[in-house]
């Protein structure tokens, strides 16, 4: 058998670049498709998920229904933002995937950097410009370079939301905002994985999941809430859009280590590797301020659960601990998909949003806590995340006297 020259048509690198640039010159919205079907695929492991069993359905909504009752008697506030009744739904991890993408895909489409080099013009035959050397290998690796914006941030998201699928005990396994469509996603099956880890009751693990999840739709829906959140992740999308930019170039760059189909085939299958260097300096004080939201909003939730947990369940101490356990060992996905929308989730943060709620009812009492989410203003800042008692203070400052009154 011939050895293959690095020029020679039979080289399979330059067969791969070719049918790339084929791709995503001739389809346009093969970018979103490709990362629906990577977000299924790394979600179930590509096995086929059925339905979720119809009574489970009905335990889950019976529950859900207990729950809700003792979420609004202990945040005094409506579960959904027009009060309606709100569905709850489980899922699978699949499910969960293909959702949270719809959810999340006007954020994560902000975050793909403009178009580069021209698409691929129709009918050129990619493999055999390539047969005359390295020189054109450089050449195609730089115009895929200024056409995978679109296809490389479809594979991100579709990785990262993949992998937060596989251990999304609900909807809200990062505080960010949803449509209002009256359903509330639960995933059954990482519940049950969960209570199998700590030896918890099943059905006590559930009802818990169902308290926490209800108590953050009942914040991250109401729209103030929902307005700041959607404001600070589209600004830092414009930060991620100049940051995948830059990692493009990397692509195009020196054919010194990218050419290496090992190289492109870890940095595709590796969220950590695809998310490196993503706090830009511009992106800091808005990463600031959604970190300091959505720690409060996660603390507040989970005081919520234990609070329902305590009245519901006889196993609410070893629930706590394990869910706080959970919270601090969170799984790369949950780490890389908090690391692409600009959220700090360390253990550090977690302790960070407990502390604050701690200091605010040391200071006052648990109904204070119900001011957090009465307007605009008084969502917190983060220095007042540091410093409770500054908060304190400034929400019971008296409004100021309209002019002439």
């Known amino acids: 058998m011939t050895t293959p020259e690095p020029g020679d048509r039979g080289n399979p690198f330059q067969f791969l670049l070719g049918d790339l640039m084929k791709m995503l010159g001739g389809a346009s919205g093969a970018a979103w498709e490709t990362s629906r079907a990577f977000a299924l695929q790394v979600a179930t492991d590509g096995e086929a998920e059925g339905n979720v069993d119809p009574v489970q359905r009905i335990r889950v909504e019976e529950l859900c229904r207990v729950a809700e009752l003792h979420v609004a008697e202990a945040t005094g506030l409506p579960v959904t933002p027009d009060g309606q009744r709100l569905t709850c739904l489980p899922v699978g991890r699949g499910d969960w995937a293909l959702r949270a993408l719809e959810a999340w895909r006007p954020v994560l489409e902000a975050m793909t950097p403009p178009a580069g080099a021209p698409a691929v013009p129709p009918g050129t035959d990619l493999t055999a410009d390539l047969a005359t050397g390295a020189d054109d290998l450089s050449a195609l690796m730089g115009m895929w370079a200024g056409t995978i914006g679109p296809m490389l941030t479809a594979l991100q998201a579709g990785s990262v939301v993949g992998h937060l699928a596989q251990r999304a005990v609900g909807q809200y396994v990062l505080p960010l905002p949803w449509p209002a469509n009256g359903e509330l996603l639960v995933v059954p ?9 700590w030896s918890l009751p099943a059905e006590e693990a559930l009802l818990w999941v169902c308290a926490r999840e209800l108590a953050a739709n009942s914040v991250v829906g109401r729209p103030h809430v929902h307005a700041r959140l959607t404001g600070l992740l589209t600004e830092l999308a414009g930060v991620a859009a100049a940051t995948q930019q830059g990692l493009m170039d990397r692509l195009g760059g020196p054919m010194g280590g990218m050419a ?5 085939s870890n940095l595709f299958s590796d969220p950590d590797a695809l998310l490196a260097d993503l706090l830009l300096p511009d992106a800091r004080r808005p990463s600031e301020q959604l970190t300091a939201l959505a720690i409060v909003i996660d603390a507040y ?8 947990g305590t009245a519901l369940t ?7 601990e394990a869910w706080y356990r959970r919270r601090i060992e969170r799984g790369r996905g949950e780490e890389a998909a908090a690391a692409l929308f600009g959220i700090d989730v360390d253990t550090a943060q977690v302790d960070r949003g407990r502390s604050f709620l701690a200091g605010v009812v040391e200071r006052s009492d648990e109904a204070e806590l119900t001011r957090l989410w009465a307007s605009p203003s008084n969502l917190p800042t983060p220095a007042e995340v540091d410093a409770p008692g500054l908060w304190l203070e400034r929400i019971r400052l008296p409004e100021l006297d309209e002019p002439g009154g």
């Open 314 to 320: 006889g196993s609410h101490a070893q629930l706590a």
């Open 189 to 197: 099956s990482n519940v049950e994985e969960f209570a199998s880890d």
């Open 301 to 308: 939730a989970d005081r919520i659960a234990d609070r329902v």
């Open 260 to 264: 290496d189909p090992e190289a492109i």
